[in-house]
C-alpha cells in the first residue's frame, strides 16, 4: 500500500509539475504569436493603403486624360466658330463649349480633391511602414530571445511527461483509471493532503473512520465530499 500511495503523491507532483511547465511554454508561445500577429496586422493594413494609392493613381490618370480630351474638345470647337454661318449652328457650338468648359472644372476639382486624398494616403502609409519595420524588428528580438526558452520548456516538458508515463503505467490498472478520472474532473488535482482531520482538496472535515484508515495505510481512501484520493504526509 505504502508503494501505491508513493507513486500516487509522485504522480501527482509530475502532473503539477508538467501543468506549469504546459503554462509557461502557452505564455512563451502566446509571446511569440502575439508580437508576429501585430506585425501581420501592420501589413494588411500597409497593403490596404498601397491598393487604394494605386486605385488613386489609376482614377487620376482616367480623370487626365478626361480633361485632355475635353480641352481638345473646346480647342477644337472654338476653331470652328469664324467658319460658322447659320446663328442656330453658332449657338450649338457655343453649348459644346460650355459644357466641355464645365466638365473640364469638374475633372479638374475631381484631380485635386484625389490629390488631397491620395496624399493623406501617402502620409498614412508612411507612417504604418515606420510602425510594420518596428513590430517586424519587436517580433524578430522576441522571436531571438524565446525560442531557446520555448526550445528547452518542451524539452522540460518531454521529460516529465515520459517520467509521468512511466509512474502511470506502474500503478495497478484500476487505480490508474480512478486517478485519471479525478484528474480530469478536478482541473488536475487527483491525489491531496489529509491534514488535522480535513480535506486540503475541498477543505471540508473528514469522517473519523476515514482519517483513521488513513493513518494505518491499509487501502487508498477517497474524500467522501470531492473523491480526491487521500494520503497523510506524517503518521506517527
Not at 14 to 28: F, I
Not at 101 to 121: G, R
Not at 192 to 217: D, F, S, T
Request: aromatic share 4%; glycine share 4%; proline share 2%.
Amino acid at each position: 500500500m505504502e508503494e501505491k500511495m508513493r507513486l500516487l503523491k509522485e504522480l501527482q507532483w509530475l502532473d503539477t509539475e508538467a501543468g506549469k511547465v504546459r503554462a509557461e511554454l502557452k505564455k512563451l508561445q502566446d509571446l511569440q504569436s502575439g508580437v508576429d500577429q501585430e506585425a501581420d496586422r501592420l501589413q494588411v493594413m500597409a497593403d490596404s493603403l498601397t491598393q487604394e494609392m494605386e486605385t488613386l493613381k489609376d482614377d487620376l490618370a482616367q480623370l487626365g486624360r478626361n480633361l485632355e480630351q475635353e480641352q481638345e474638345n473646346i480647342i477644337r470647337s472654338e476653331k470652328r466658330l469664324p467658319e460658322i454661318k447659320t446663328q442656330k449652328e453658332y449657338l450649338a457650338v457655343l453649348k459644346e463649349i460650355d459644357t466641355a468648359k464645365k466638365l473640364t472644372k469638374e475633372y479638374e476639382d475631381a484631380s485635386l480633391a484625389k490629390e488631397s486624398q491620395m496624399e493623406s494616403i501617402r502620409s498614412e502609409s508612411n507612417e504604418k511602414t515606420e510602425l510594420l519595420a518596428e513590430a517586424r524588428a519587436k517580433a524578430a528580438q522576441v522571436r531571438a530571445e524565446v525560442e531557446g526558452r520555448i526550445a528547452e520548456t518542451s524539452k522540460q516538458l518531454k521529460e516529465k511527461e515520459l517520467e509521468r508515463d512511466g509512474l502511470f503505467s506502474a500503478l495497478p490498472a484500476q487505480l490508474a483509471k480512478r486517478y485519471k478520472l479525478l484528474h480530469d474532473r478536478r482541473g488536475g488535482l487527483a491525489v491531496v493532503e489529509a491534514r488535522n482531520g480535513a480535506c486540503y482538496g475541498c477543505h471540508m472535515h473528514l469522517p473519523p473512520q476515514v482519517y483513521n484508515n488513513l493513518l494505518r495505510l491499509e487501502q487508498v481512501e477517497s474524500c467522501p465530499h470531492c473523491n480526491r484520493l487521500l494520503y497523510v504526509e506524517d503518521r506517527g
